[in-house]
């Protein structure tokens, strides 16, 4: 079993949830995040003055698979994420020893 | 009650801007309010509230007497006749045809009492002690505010207060009582409790701007009252007051984010607020005195001076937070150097005409000598009132607290529960 992490453009969610929904996945997480990359930071004027503003706002995904299902759901993400641009985000896969479906107690794959 | 010829229409105006000025303090709160970090925005807000509290309550006392009893002498001060308000229930004030009872007077001045000193707590953002500011506002009504009114206000018959009766300076709704004396005080509070935490080396973003823009829309909506009820007459000088408000503050809100895109690229909605507000600053001395087109020049022109000058801060090296000096100290003088140079007797006989008018430089010089001895006399007194409560009961919170923030630490309470 696999862990997909996904840091991505929050306005880029909606599109990717349908991208994932249509692919079959059957649950993630989000999460509203703060972060850097190679992107940096943005700079913002107020009265003149200039602030840098270190982080910039991205959304986590979490995503839970089958080991024969990963590859795929990476590639529905960076279908639907991608715009070009800097700051489009990051997609990293782990391997996950156990899930547990707490309602039934089913383990394994079938708790996905 | 005397036989006194009270104006129905005139009292009725009055009362409405006094209600009109007085929400311009908590507007004031929620401008200040959105303009701070949020662990300091209860405490921005409470120096406005308190100052409604404290300034009605000081005013009632003496206050009123001060800058409006019958003047000791010099054009200086008022007596103490009025001390609790006492011979004023049953007297009334006005030009022949348009008085009005003397509380209604007595309010509607009260709430600029009230917003002044609310303004000078942008200067110490984020620092100060409450307990401090609290006695802060109690002695500066008392011996900087009262007097300035007294000299530019109190017009009794020629022996009244030295600007109004005795230079014949032109300041119709408080160029110099409110704005440059602000500016003043406000660049004196900044220099004596010194700089904030991180101040230049910290990203400091105004944490809520929709609260800046509803701040300052109610502030352009209170200035009506203002400015217009200084006429103290629903007639036609109110009229000409209002719309000359109108037009300034509109066009000084598009010159400061004309000045801003040229100047860093955007136009930003934090600029339009700052410059409807400085418009409406510029305008404030001159909207009794300036026609229209006036107006629309001392607008156009305090949004961009205004707009310039809260730049100072940080090359001069001080921390006037929420840029006090550079809104109404600057817009002040702009509208009172405005007077000296555009004012007009066709847009009111009881005014003056300026430079560009009649040619002659007596009016602008009369504005100049009134606006740098209110400046000068607002800084000093200021600066020793703001040391005397340093040395003794302490003006500042201490580092460690003011970097947990004054919401907790000075009120025990959060602005958000995110």
Same mark, same amino acid.
């Given at each position: 079993m696999k862990f997909i992490t996904a840091v991505v453009k929050p306005q880029r969610v909606a599109t990717i949830k349908d991208a994932l929904h249509e692919a079959g996945v059957s649950g993630i997480t989000v999460t509203e995040v703060d972060g850097f990359g190679r992107q940096k930071g943005h700079t913002e004027v107020y009265r003149g003055?200039?602030?840098?503003?270190?982080?910039?706002?991205?959304?986590?995904?979490?995503i839970l698979a089958k080991d024969s299902d990963a590859a795929k759901i990476v590639d529905v993400i960076i279908a639907a994420a991608n715009t070009g641009s800097i700051g489009d985000g990051k997609i990293w896969v782990t391997s996950v020893e156990e899930v547990v479906r707490v309602r039934t107690g089913e383990r394994g794959e079938t708790a996905i | 009650m005397t036989n006194l010829q009270i104006s129905g229409a005139d009292t009725a105006w009055v009362l409405a801007s006094s209600a009109l000025v007085l929400l311009m303090t908590p507007a004031l709160a929620l401008f200040y309010g959105g303009l701070v970090r949020t662990k300091s925005t209860l405490n921005m807000m409470m120096m406005s509230f308190s100052a409604i509290g404290v300034g009605t309550i000081v005013w009632i006392l003496w206050g009123y007497s001060l800058a409006f009893g019958p003047d000791t002498g010099g054009g200086l001060i008022g007596d103490l006749s009025h001390v609790g308000l006492a011979q004023t229930l049953d007297t009334a004030v006005g030009a022949e045809g348009h008085q009005i009872p003397t509380p209604a007077f007595v309010m509607f001045q009260m709430t600029f009492a009230i917003i002044t000193v609310a303004l000078l707590s942008g200067a110490i953002a984020d620092r100060a002690k409450f307990g401090a500011w609290v006695v802060f506002i109690a002695a500066w009504i008392t011996l900087i505010y009262a007097p300035i009114a007294h000299w530019a206000f109190a017009s009794q018959?020629?022996?009244?207060?030295?600007?109004?009766?005795?230079?014949g300076a032109l300041d119709f709704a408080g160029g110099t009582v409110v704005e440059i004396n602000s500016g003043a005080a406000a660049l004196a509070l900044a220099i004596v409790l010194g700089r904030r935490e991180g101040f230049k080396r910290d990203a400091m973003r105004p944490h809520n701007i929709p609260f800046i823009l509803l701040g300052a829309g109610l502030l352009w909506f209170g200035w009506f009252g203002f400015n217009a009820g200084s006429a103290l007459a629903a007639g036609h000088l109110a009229s000409v007051a209002m719309i000359n408000t109108q037009i300034a &503050?509109?066009? %000084?809100? =598009?010159?400061?984010i004309a000045y801003e895109r040229i100047k860093t690229g955007k136009p &930003? &909605?934090? +600029?339009?607020?700052?410059? %409807?507000? %400085? +418009? %409406?600053?510029?305008? &404030?001395?001159s909207c009794g005195f300036v026609t229209p087109l006036g107006a629309l020049v001392i607008g156009l022109g305090g949004g961009v001076a205004s707009a310039y000058a809260v730049s100072l801060k940080y090359k001069l090296n001080y921390d006037d937070s929420l840029d006090v000096v550079g809104?109404?100290?600057?817009?002040?003088?702009?509208? =009172?150097?405005?007077?000296?140079?555009?004012?007009s007797k066709a847009a009111n006989s009881a005014g003056g005409d300026g430079l560009f008018i009649s040619g002659s430089p007596d009016l602008l010089f009369k504005q100049v000598i009134a606006a740098t001895t209110v400046a000068a006399f607002s800084f000093i007194g200021t600066w020793l009132i703001a040391t005397v409560i340093s040395k003794t009961i302490g003006f500042r919170v201490s580092r460690e607290r003011e970097m947990m923030g004054l919401d907790t630490v000075e009120h025990a309470e959060s602005a958000y529960d995110l």
């Open positions: 003055a200039s602030v840098t503003v270190d982080f910039v706002q991205k959304a986590k995904l979490e | 018959g020629g022996n009244g207060g030295w600007i109004i009766d005795k230079l &503050t509109a066009a %000084a809100a =598009m010159s400061w &930003t &909605t934090l +600029g339009v607020a700052s410059g %409807a507000i %400085a +418009g %409406a600053v510029a305008i &404030t001395p809104i109404h100290g600057v817009g002040g003088v702009v509208g =009172m150097i405005g007077i000296g140079l555009l004012a």
